[in-house]
């Protein structure tokens, strides 16, 4: 990268990670020279991506809006799929971003240049396969964990010999007509929850959701926003900002049910959640319905109507065997009971494990990510955004940069923030690249699985999203949304190396160490109060 010019930056994903990377490195950066790659046809990422029936968000949408650009008109607490899409769309268009935008190219290689500081990155195009290739100086992978789906095709033995169509909810086929149909649902998280409710309202239908292990109900309040609730939200001032505000603080105060010390709490919250689910499932699935493990060692399903849909005579939940064989025409269980069907549907969540090694990354010395990680066991970075020996190569949703109860787009724009600072600072010092050094990235990540050793997540040997086969917790941080928004306040330089970096005159010295001091005399009232997120 030529240290007298503004560098050139590639977005991997136009979802609400890319739109908030490129709006954070336009207005807090100056970079205006950044180009999105998105492999969709549109912006939204995964809101654009799945289409199921009943497809909504589970995180209360003031707390699922850009910090920048809050919406005061949400219909309701917990958004559809189609209100979210519209929202993030519209904020790409009236940014200006889609000049910036480039459609229909997946990202298939990254190649790091040590002689220039630069990426060569290939594309194809999704329509014809036409290779296209780009040079950066950075790049911000905006992916996420959500955008490739967990097909569990290895435990469908048969699988490819089923007549019928089989899909992932996340790439949800609409030339299928399901009246009149027998489908199998297999799973029960949360897009199941959503998709089996939406699918039995026909009552032509037949729904048989196939599940091996039970969930964590909570109800849900899904009131409607009044006319003049959203008035406030638009007329006076702070009002939205506070709600949000409100919301964040609601939520991370459940944080402590995750710990081991969280007992009383986390037994408090089991109870509602099992008076809950008494309340709404049937007699005849109690026994298998409430969980033997601990409350939050499994994603927790705020409940769209899933207990009351399994009352409904056209529904049947399968839960005391699985599936032994797919067959031309349904599945053979376990047990020996054969079952007919005419579609299978996948509710089975994603490909958390992949992260960005779903493109082929060389870094410097044709160090390859995925071998990299291989060797530590599955995927880490420093600060869940840089890996050494992978110059200018930032992640937003990158591992361990999640909760399981918080807002993925307040951890999201957390991240952004301290990308964009180390980026400007990298300006600054007139640095070609910069990346973590191995021992400050070891041992932040050794600290990570130190805490989470400490959490129902460590504790629990629970099958989820949240570890990896051989038991490495790669998704989750450990501690609260507040802790992480003041983890990622203030970037380490001493913990990163800038290459070509020229050293600070005594003026920039002087505004370095007063920066530190009034960061030491404000900091508490910024984790204490929250200023603006």
Sequence with gaps: MSVNSYPQVCIIGCGASGISAALRLRDHVGIKSFTIFERNDGPGGVWLENTYPGAACDVPAQYYSSANTLNPNWS????????????????????????????????????????TSQWTLTFSNVLNGEIVEFVADIIIAGIGGFSLPNMQTKSLPGIGSFRGPVFHTARWNHAVDLKGKRIGVIGNGCSAAQLVPALSEDPSARVINFVRTPQWYMPRNNEPFSAWTKWCYRNVPFANRLARWKLLLMIDLISPLFHKNGTKLRTKIEKISTAHIKK?????????????????AKRIIYDPGYLDSLSRPNVELVHNTQIGQVTEDGVILKNGE???????????????CTFLTSIDIKGRNGADLKQV???????????????????????????????????VIFFMECQARWCCKVIKHMLQLKASSVEPKPEAEKRFNEWVQK???????????TDSWYRMPNGKMHTLWPKSALSFYWTMMFPKWADMDFVGARK????????????????AVFGGAVYRFGLRV
């Design 76 to 115: 309701s607490h917990y958004s559809g799929r189609n209100e979210i899409q519209a929202y993030w769309a519209k904020l790409h268009s009236e940014q200006g971003l889609d000049k910036h935008t480039r459609y229909r190219l997946e990202c298939k290689s990254a190649v790091w240049n040590d002689a």
């Design 280 to 296: 709404h499932g049937p007699a005849k699935y109690l026994d298998f319905l409430i969980p033997k493990f601990p409350l939050g």
């Design 338 to 352: 054969e079952c007919k069907l005419d579609a299978i549907i996948l509710a089975t969540g994603f490909d958390t």
């Design 373 to 407: 990680w291989d060797e530590v066991g599955g995927p880490e970075a420093y600060y869940c955004s840089l890996v050494p020996k992978f110059p200018n190569l930032y992640m937003l949703g990158g591992p361990n940069s999640a909760t399981g109860h918080q807002s």
């Design 451 to 461: 805490e989470l050793l400490d959490t129902v997540w460590g504790t629990e040997k």
């Design 504 to 519: 600070p005159n005594s003026k920039t010295s002087i505004v370095l160490v007063w920066t530190a001091l009034v960061a």
